[in-house]
């Protein structure tokens, strides 16, 4: 009887733990709290957290084939797979697709310069990262951070092959998108004017039903056939808007953005968070891609912003240079605070149809930004 109870209270995570398991632990608390307290982005925070949380009193949830004695990896072992085999970022952006309206950006063309601006962001961290000790190919794979583009992230660094950053770049990305909100304002009304934050512009011209359709046919053509390496996250993103505009396939189109979308979330922000044991993360390059990761999201959002000034200057005031910052990939996160910060200036000012230009832009621009990366090192 002693020896069964002896033996059953060793097998208890308390025997097992290090002090870096006990620190994601809480750090895991902490996304939580974030996420059910404050409300930050709890669809991919929750999971994320929790998957951290599951790894670091259990890492066996995450033990891989080649190391298990009987042939069976853990549970969500099976979940990442799928994260590294770029099947659970592409589902991801057939989703956003489905979800997603491309009319304001039709209706105004330019906003695709704002979007591309952004894209800056990414080529800074980039640089930096290889100061700072980075290979090539693990730069290119961090430095996508600075879309604030997760799925675009995750696709990246697997097919990069740069998994053992899998964790710090996807916790990273996930958690500068859902702090947008923070981070972005104050560098916004750091780089405008009031009188610029007051500007309001033209009401978007309507864009036809054939135009929404022919958006995502030619988009496809068009960036495909340029960065054939694109097809898996720019070509996923087009089917699902397709699906949306055709307006002939509702069943699929409800599927893609509703039951599909959020069983990916589910397996991506769980396997996700599995990636974050103590020992794959608590170590200096993890802080390192942290602090890449919040350069590169400032120095998008900044170049975003002064990309609109530019535009601001030559329309002869007819942009608002806050729309800019919408130009990074949280859709649609960062369109709504270029909304908030404008309202600040100007309650009765409305900008937010006009930020979702940029902003989808943004989504587009990060997936081709991840495309030229893998077209450089032959991916």
């Not at 097998?11 to 097992?16: E, K, L, P, S």
């Not at 620190?23 to 939580?32: E, P, R, T």
């Not at 997760?150 to 696709?155: A, E, H, R, V």
């Not at 011209?205 to 054939?228: A, D």
């Amino acid at each position: 009887m002693m020896d069964t109870l002896l033996n059953l209270i060793h097998q208890t995570a308390f025997f097992h733990l290090e002090w870096g398991n006990y620190v994601m632990i809480l750090v895991a608390f902490v996304f939580l709290y974030l996420a059910i307290k404050k409300g930050y982005e709890p669809l991919l925070l929750v999971p994320i957290s929790f998957g951290m949380l599951l790894v670091n009193m259990f890492p066996d949830i995450m033990l891989s084939i080649e190391d298990s004695e009987n042939g069976t990896g853990g549970l969500l072992y099976y979940f990442y797979m799928l994260d590294e085999w770029s099947i659970l970022p592409s589902l991801i952006f057939m989703g956003v697709g489905a979800m997603t309206d491309f009319g304001p950006l039709i209706a105004n063309p330019k906003s695709f310069i704002l979007g591309a601006a952004a894209q800056f962001g990414i080529y800074a961290a980039y640089f930096m990262a290889i100061l700072m000790g980075f290979s090539d190919k693990a730069a290119a794979a961090i430095s996508i951070i600075g879309g604030a583009d997760g799925p675009t992230s995750i696709f990246l660094c697997g097919k990069l092959g740069q998994t053992e950053y899998m964790g710090p770049i996807a916790v990273a990305a996930y958690s500068y998108m859902s702090l947008v909100p923070i981070i972005q304002p104050p560098i916004m009304k750091a780089l405008t004017t009031e009188e610029e934050r007051k500007i309001k512009m033209e009401q978007l011209r309507p864009v036809s039903k054939l135009e929404k359709i022919l958006f995502p046919i030619v988009v496809t053509v068009v960036v495909v056939m340029i960065l054939p390496t694109t097809a898996p996250l720019v070509g996923m993103l087009m089917l699902g808007n397709l699906f949306r505009e055709s307006g002939v396939v509702k069943q699929l189109t409800e599927t893609a953005s509703n039951a599909l979308m959020y069983i990916v979330v589910i397996l991506l922000g769980t396997s996700v968070g599995a990636t974050t044991s103590a020992q794959a993360f608590l170590r200096l390059d993890t802080l390192k891609i942290v602090a890449l990761g919040l350069i590169a999201f400032a120095f998008g959002t900044a170049s975003g912003v002064i990309f609109g000034k530019i535009m601001c200057k030559v329309t002869h005031g007819k942009v608002n240079p806050l729309i800019g910052s919408a130009g990074v990939s949280a859709v649609p996160m960062a369109a709504r605070v270029s909304q908030k910060v404008g309202a600040e200036a100007d309650p009765t000012n409305f900008l937010l149809m006009h930020a979702m230009g940029p902003n989808v832009a943004g989504v587009i621009g990060t997936a081709v930004a991840a495309g030229a990366f893998m077209a450089i090192f032959g991916v």
